[in-house]
């Protein structure tokens, strides 16, 4: 039997081609991963301004903080092809995926494949250590995180020095998360854009792919929200 979640023959037998269109990316997963973009992009615009504007700085930082614990949880509450368990393969089907990207023809897989797997990791791991070390961290002048008193004036410095440095690992995550989304446009024509805006794609075989709640996303989403509200403030 054919691995579900792989696309490997793309025809019927008669050697017409029979697509299907199949869920991939449910709406809480969209909506995340878009508002995700917004609110990076205003982290380090806010940043970069400086001032009175950090303040904003810090309101926008704890909104990532709960959108990275929002999508950890979905990992294990959410659609199928959200969950860790669809998407997390271990270095064998890693290599064995960017060896077939060197042919012309590559293994797809209906959500992540194995390399980007581990790219969403990275960059999820990376937000969370960003967040993290932004709740302690100080600017010298003006500027506490709102649990700079929790930690020594030499940890928040130390936290601080992280928080720069971590800023650069990020963007060079997300250079090579759009870089890869470039390369799978104009060099394997696969266009990965289109399903996280719609959610489907058309797929060689009709995947039962079960879709999360969006109920249940918002209630989690708001349970976080209040959590860290509290816990920072
Ligand atoms: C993933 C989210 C975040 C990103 C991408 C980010 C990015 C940055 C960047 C680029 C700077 C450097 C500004 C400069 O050039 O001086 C900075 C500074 C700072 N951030 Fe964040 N930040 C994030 C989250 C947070 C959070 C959640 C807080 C606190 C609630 C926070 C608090 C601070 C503080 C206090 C500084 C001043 C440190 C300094 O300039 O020495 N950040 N952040
Ligand atoms: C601040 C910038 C960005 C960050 C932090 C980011 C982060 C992420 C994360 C965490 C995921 C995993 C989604 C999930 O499973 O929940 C993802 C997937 C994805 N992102 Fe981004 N993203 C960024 C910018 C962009 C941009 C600008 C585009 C489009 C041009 C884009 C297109 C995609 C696509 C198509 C996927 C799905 C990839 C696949 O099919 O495996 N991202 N991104």
Do not use: C
Not at 165 to 190: C, D, M, S, T
């Amino acid at each position: 039997m054919s691995d579900p979640d792989t696309h490997l023959t793309p025809n019927d037998g008669s050697g017409k081609r029979v697509m299907h269109r199949v869920l991939v990316w449910d709406l809480p997963t969209r909506v995340f991963h878009w508002l995700l973009v917004l609110l990076v992009v205003l982290a380090f615009v806010t940043a970069e301004m400086g001032g009175t504007v950090m303040q904003y700085h810090m309101w926008n930082g704890g909104g990532i903080l709960v959108l990275v614990l929002f999508r950890v949880l979905w990992g294990f509450l959410g659609g199928t092809p959200s969950r860790f368990a669809t998407f997390m393969r271990g270095p064998r089907k890693v290599f064995g995926y960017a060896r077939s990207l060197l042919g012309k023809g590559h293994e797809s897989y209906l959500g992540h494949n194995p390399m980007g797997a581990w790219s969403i990791v990275a960059m999820l791991t990376t937000l969370l250590i960003q967040a993290g070390t932004g709740l302690f961290a100080n600017d010298d002048i003006l500027t506490e995180g709102p649990l700079f008193h929790l930690v020594s004036k030499d940890t928040s410095d130390w936290l601080t020095r992280i928080h720069l440095i971590n800023q650069n690992i990020l963007i060079g995550l997300v250079a090579i998360h759009i870089g890869a989304i470039v390369f799978y446009w104009v060099v394997k024509r696969e266009n990965l854009i289109l399903p996280m805006i719609t959610g489907h794609k058309k797929w060689h075989e009709a995947v039962d792919s079960v879709g999360g709640s969006p109920v249940k996303a918002l209630l989690l989403a708001a349970t976080l929200a209040v959590v860290v509200y509290f816990v920072i403030y």
